[in-house]
């Protein structure tokens, strides 16, 4: 199984060539340095959570399109042999199915160490996100009202909005994620 770095990489490749978009056009809409956008292309990067959304809003695509793996009728992921793409420290955020132009949703699996809180960036205009709390405690904030989900609870939001992810519960935080891109 290719790692997420080689898929990013062919991906961007790509979707850049697709639209017709030099390397040195895509940092100046994305705000990734063009050296940084060569080596993530050269599968050589390893760029954060935050810089492969610079890409895809620069782009003007859904995340998923960056990570996307090719498509087969069937697909049996396991968890132990997918890398984590890491933004954030005690953050590992697999993804399990990546979207893509026909697929318009895909599926992320959260695993969050105690204590842990990030910011997300807003998502492309019309994202909602649902979410199912499997073990843990999430306090999720979206704009200025909190919400404090337990195992079993999910919740469905618009994601494209300032919102904050806690584990606030007393071990790891593990969560599914559902983004759906319009």
Not at 89 to 113: A, C
Not at 163 to 178: C, M, Q, S, T
């Amino acid at each position: 199984m290719d790692t997420i770095h080689f898929i990013v990489s062919q991906n961007i490749r790509k979707i850049r060539s697709e639209k017709n978009i030099s390397l040195e056009e895509l940092a100046k809409i994305s705000g990734v340095s063009k050296s940084m956008l060569a080596q993530i292309e050269k599968g050589k990067g390893n760029p954060s959570l935050s810089t492969l959304w610079k890409i895809a809003n620069g782009l003007m695509i859904p995340f998923d399109a960056l990570v996307a793996r090719p498509q087969s009728p069937y697909e049996i992921v396991r968890l132990s042999n997918l890398d984590p793409i890491i933004g954030v420290k005690g953050v590992r955020n697999y993804v399990l199915f990546p979207g893509n132009e026909l697929q318009k949703f895909s599926i992320y699996y959260m695993d969050v160490e105690l204590g842990v809180t990030w910011e997300s960036d807003r998502h492309m205009r019309g994202t909602i996100e649902f979410i199912t709390v499997f073990s843990g405690v999430l306090e999720l904030t979206i704009e200025d009202k909190l919400f404090r989900l337990s195992e079993k609870d999910s919740i469905r939001f618009k994601a494209d909005v300032h919102h904050v992810y806690k584990n606030a519960g007393e071990g790891r935080l593990i969560f599914h994620n559902i983004l759906y891109n319009p």
